[in-house]
């Protein structure tokens, strides 16, 4: 359930008509729902309850500042991959403690970044990053809390460029080779190891997936035991699915009553790092159509936005349903709604079944509250759309559109160039 519906034939977010926020604040924009995402947030989490537990908001999916103070104050932590999303989530009112790291490359400032700060673990992908945190660690004075993160060759059944647990994937380090990695890492001076981790995928419509994972993991923490290493933590990584259209991806309680009782029986405290379920559906693009353009045998509705404001179309052939912000319209019309960059990729929909829309109407491009703003981008020189938050009848612009100036801040001609 989101907070994204009809009254009297006008989208509202909560309770603001879409057009007002349009007309107000320009197109395209993104629009979030207060309600939405606090609801979110608080099922998932308490799918949880009873079980020791930290739900980490994934800031890959959105890191909008006020989304993630939103989450911060909801009592989430955070899992990152950059030291921009540290930098972000300490901003935003996360504690470093509640804060853990993934990614295959992390850089050497960034680990010193992190170790700085204090954070509650290192999920580590591969034998050398954890010889560098050591290192670093050591020349730091500190001592570095990591899991190692298990590739647990599980096929989780999603597209191919977001799954991350199968053998030949880049992520985390196979079950027999992370053994002898925990091994190594028990010996470090400047290591402590404090949990494990996997994350098997994106999207995942099913909890089968992530049972098997499970059980992978345990046996290798039921191995480490009799070694002597002992894991406080289990983290499962983030992945679980949302309905872009006709998905039936199990809800948070299904999902946790899969993994929980496995977790209950140890004395083991379970990480979750949720993205796209908790932001994914309390998001919308709100678009404006520009132009119709009729090809031989092809109908084009040409938008305000493009494929560098909401890329998953083009990169993955994502679904996103497309509404019309105003219903009194009535035809239906069979088209791809495209934007203006100068690629034929460029694309929100295709060859979609929509509501008859011409030059001046506002369409709202639905599904996007996950790795859409995110993964924007400003390609042929055009400017990153603002972001704004509804919390019932109120709306607040929580990112400025960008401005021309913006597009060159940073940037200098060398003197050699001349100067007329
Ligand atoms: N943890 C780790 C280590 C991850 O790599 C990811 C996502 C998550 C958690 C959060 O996963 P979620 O709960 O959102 O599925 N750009 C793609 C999705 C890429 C996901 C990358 N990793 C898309 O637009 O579908």
Redesign the pocket.
Known sequence: MHHFQYKQDELHCEDVPVREIADQVGTPFYLYSHATLKRHFLMFDKAFEGVSRLVCF?A??NSCMAILKLFATLGSGL?I?SGGELFRGLRAGFSPDRVVY??VGKRVDEIDFALEQGILMF?VESMEELEVIDQRAGALGKTAPVAI?VNPDVDPKT?P??S?GLKKNK?GIDTETAFQTYKAADKMRHIRVEGIDC?I????SEVSPFKDAMQNLMGLVDALAEVGIKISCLDM?????ITYHDETPPGPDEYARAIVDTVKKRPLKLIL??????V?NAGILVTRVLYRKSGKGKEFVIADAGMNDL??PS??G?FHAVKPVNLTGTGVIRADLVGPICESSDFLASDREMADAVGGDLLAVMSAG???YT?SSNYCSRLKVSEVMVKDGDYHVVKERQQYEDLIRGESVPPFLGTD
């Open positions: 994934s890959k999916a899992d991959v993934s990614g999920n993160r597209h460029y977001i991350t992520f994350h995928g994106s999207q995942i990584g983030g992945g679980l699915g790092e949720p993205g796209r379920v908790i994914g890329l998953r990169l993955y994502a996950a790795y859409a993964m």
